[in-house]
């Protein structure tokens, strides 16, 4: 299975810290301390999710080396939708014309993106579809509460799309060597740690301590177990991915697995927590870092409790060596 095209879109807008200050009391250097945020990405009324995954599509499309209409898979992977009837694959199905592809919406979460790819790997190797486009995409601030002094400062806004085929087109393409996900809804407090019940109420964190600690195990063993299992140590790695939901959280597996700083790859600080496309599309904006047969890892978690991890091979790498990444 190989990654064909990679699109994403961040917004514009960039909410301080110090905007919680005045809200909430919350300081930058309270909000900084525990999370390692000093900014989050919003989307204004015009950026909607569905705004969002179009672009993120555009942006992908001229790196397709097929025809978008070749596509015979279209996965929508969100906990956060505006409409889970007429979705935003069913969306983008109509806009470009793709008219022999299956289409259904996923969600686990803020591993709803790594469960989606897993399905496209199934639907690949059972013969039911040979492309397939991902669209991952949360607009956080759509049931976020700004006010919410526990999790209401965390949220940003992403979307990402992915352009996968179960054969290669070009040396250029990273592979997906596995992907392993779990449901995770048995441990700890599971379902009732983060919540997004309407219209009782909207996105909420209530049990923060009992995510961390969760997090930080799983993380740590999926990103161990799936090296370990495709004959792969953590001297191998060349860079690890963990979901961008608390640096504390990242620097934490870090330390567990042993892994240099340089390895961990973040972008938390500047846009929050972008959700399930969080871990997506930070190996997106630094495609322009890896080199030849890197090796890298994505290893998430999220509510639910849900947990996944995916190990890529990049291949070969026809542009200038340490670029900085790209934000858009």
């Not at 177990?225 to 953590?234: H, R, T």
């Not at 904006?285 to 091979?313: H, I, P, Q, T």
């Amino acid at each position: 299975m190989f990654i064909n095209a990679i699109g994403q879109y961040v917004p514009k807008d960039m909410i301080p810290n110090s905007y919680f200050t005045d809200l909430n009391g919350l300081t930058d250097e309270w909000i900084f301390q525990r999370t390692g945020i000093k900014s989050r990405v919003r989307a204004s009324s015009k950026e909607t999710i569905e705004y969002m995954c179009k672009k993120a599509v555009e942006k992908a499309r001229p790196k397709l080396p097929y025809d978008i209409s070749e596509v015979g898979l279209i996965i929508f992977a969100s906990y956060t939708p505006s409409d889970t009837v007429g979705t935003v694959g069913h969306q983008i199905q109509r806009e470009y014309n793709i008219p022999s592809a299956k289409v259904f919406y996923i969600s686990s979460a803020c591993s709803s993106g790594i469960n989606a790819m897993e399905a496209i790997k199934s639907y690949f190797d059972s013969g039911l579809a040979s492309k397939a486009l991902l669209i991952c995409a949360d607009r956080n601030s759509s049931y976020s509460d700004d006010t919410d002094s526990i999790a209401g400062h965390l949220w940003g806004d992403a979307a990402v799309a992915y352009f996968f085929s179960k054969d290669s087109y070009s040396p250029e393409e990273t592979e997906i060597l596995a992907i392993n996900t779990q449901g995770l809804g048995h441990i700890g407090l599971g379902p009732e740690a983060v919540k997004l019940n309407l219209p009782k109420g909207g996105l909420q964190m209530p049990f923060g301590k009992d995510v961390f600690t969760y997090a930080c195990t799983y993380i740590a063993e999926n990103t161990q177990k799936i090296l370990k299992d495709n004959g792969y140590d953590i001297q191998d790695l060349s860079y690890f991915i963990g979901h961008q939901a608390n640096m504390r959280i990242l620097k934490n597996v870090a330390q567990r697995l042993g892994l240099p700083e340089k390895k961990s790859l973040s972008n938390i600080e500047r846009m929050g927590n972008t959700g399930s496309a969080s871990a997506l599309l930070v190996f997106a904006m630094n495609y322009d870092r890896y080199e030849d047969s890197d090796l890298v890892c994505m290893s998430v978690f999220g509510g639910g409790y849900s947990a996944g991890a995916c190990l890529m091979k990049t291949g070969q790498r026809q542009r200038q060596r340490g670029a900085a990444p790209k934000f858009n």
